[in-house]
C-alpha cells in the first residue's frame, strides 16, 4: 500500500522556492516501503518544493551518504528513522556520522527533525540515550529559550507552542558550540550550531496531524509502552494539532540559510512565511500517478 500523496502542489500553495534552482538532499533510515514514500512526501508538503527537486539516500539501503552526494546540493534534511535508534550503532552509524562532521566543515545548510535531530547532536559530540520511559508521542507543549525567541529562525514563534512529536530516544547532552533553543519537561527540543546554519528538532519539523497518525498506525508496535491499548491510540491521534506555528518551520529554514543567498533567476522576492496558507495535502482519489523522487542510492 502506497502512502497517500498528491502529484503536485497546486499554484496557492507554491513558493517562491519552486522558481529557484534548488537541490536538496534528504537523508532516510527507513525500510518499509510505504513509510519511505511517505516520509519523503512529508518534507515535499512542509518544504514547498517539487518533487525533482530531491536526491534521496536511504542508509538502511545499503548506501550510506557521502561527500559526492553533495555535489551540487544546496541544504541537507535528515529524517526520522521508525525502528532504528540513533543511541545504536549499525553498520552505517559511522559513515552516516562522518558525513554529518563533513556537512558542517563545508558549512552547508543542515537540519534534523528527531532522529536527525539526535544523529547530528552525536556526530557533533553530545549525547544522546535510548530512554522509553521519557518518550513523547502525540501534541506537546513546547517552550522557546531566551536563544530561542532571539533566534533569526525560532524568533518568528511565540514562547509556547504546541508540535508533534514521537520517539524513545533524546539527546541529554549538546555537542560543544551548539545553543538550546526550546525544551519542555526535556531538555533540547530544538538546538542550533552557534557559529554554523545547523539545527535539529526533537518534535517532528516535517509532520502534520494526518501524517502523523499515519506513522503511527505503522509503528504502534515500537511504542508499546506508551500505546497499550485502543483507547490510548485514539487519545493520542485525536490529540494531534492540524496546524501548528512548526508548519512553516522547514520552509522559514529554506527560505532564511538557502534562497536569499541562493542565486536568483527571477528577480521576485521571498514571501514571509505568514504570508503563506498551511501546506495541507489534497483529496487523492482524482489525483494522477505521483512521480517517484530521484535517488542518490
Keep these: 500500500m502506497n502512502a497517500p500523496a498528491r502529484s503536485d502542489v497546486p499554484s496557492h500553495l507554491r513558493s ?19 513509510m519511505v514514500e511517505q516520509e519523503q512526501q512529508c518534507f515535499v508538503e512542509r518544504c514547498r518544493v517539487p518533487l525533482d527537486r530531491f536526491r534521496i539516500v536511504n542508509v538502511v539501503r545499503g548506501t550510506p551518504p557521502s561527500p559526492e552526494h553533495l555535489s551540487a546540493v544546496d541544504a541537507v534534511l535528515i529524517g526520522g528513522a521508525g525502528k532504528y535508534s540513533a543511541a545504536e550503532d549499525y553498520e552505517w552509524t559511522a559513515p552516516l556520522l562522518d558525513f554529518v562532521r563533513h556537512v558542517v566543515d563545508r558549512q552547508l545548510p543542515l537540519f534534523g527533525s528527531c532522529w536527525g535531530h539526535q544523529v547530528i547532536a552525536r556526530a557533533l559530540g553530545g549525547t544522546v540515550v535510548y530512554d522509553p520511559d521519557h518518550a513523547e508521542l502525540g501534541c506537546l507543549a513546547v517552550e522557546l529559550t531566551e536563544a530561542g525567541t532571539n533566534d533569526p529562525l525560532f524568533h518568528r514563534f511565540p514562547k509556547h507552542f504546541r508540535a508533534n512529536m514521537g520517539h524513545h530516544d533524546r539527546v541529554i547532552e549538546l555537542p560543544p558550540g551548539a545553543t538550546e533553543l526550546a525544551r519542555n519537561d526535556q531538555p533540547y527540543q530544538a538546538f542550533r550550531l552557534t557559529d554554523a546554519p545547523v539545527y535539529g528538532t526533537q518534535f517532528h519539523s516535517e509532520l502534520d496531524a494526518e501524517r502523523e497518525r499515519e506513522r503511527i498506525r505503522v509503528y504502534r508496535k515500537h511504542y508499546r509502552d506508551a500505546l497499550p491499548d485502543e483507547a490510548t491510540v485514539q487519545r493520542v491521534m485525536n490529540n494531534l494539532a492540524d496546524t501548528t506555528e512548526v508548519d512553516h518551520l522547514l ?16 528577480t521576485s522576492s521571498l514571501e514571509s512565511p505568514s504570508s503563506l496558507p498551511p501546506a495541507k495535502r489534497l483529496p487523492t482519489a482524482s489525483s494522477p500517478p505521483e512521480k517517484r523522487l530521484p535517488s542518490a542510492e
Design 16 to 34: 517562491p522556492l519552486w522558481s529557484r534552482s534548488l537541490q536538496l538532499l534528504l537523508v532516510q533510515a527507513r525500510s518499509a516501503p510505504r
Design 251 to 266: 520552509y522559514d529554514f529554506l527560505t532564511t540559510f538557502v534562497a536569499r543567498g541562493h542565486p536568483l533567476s527571477e
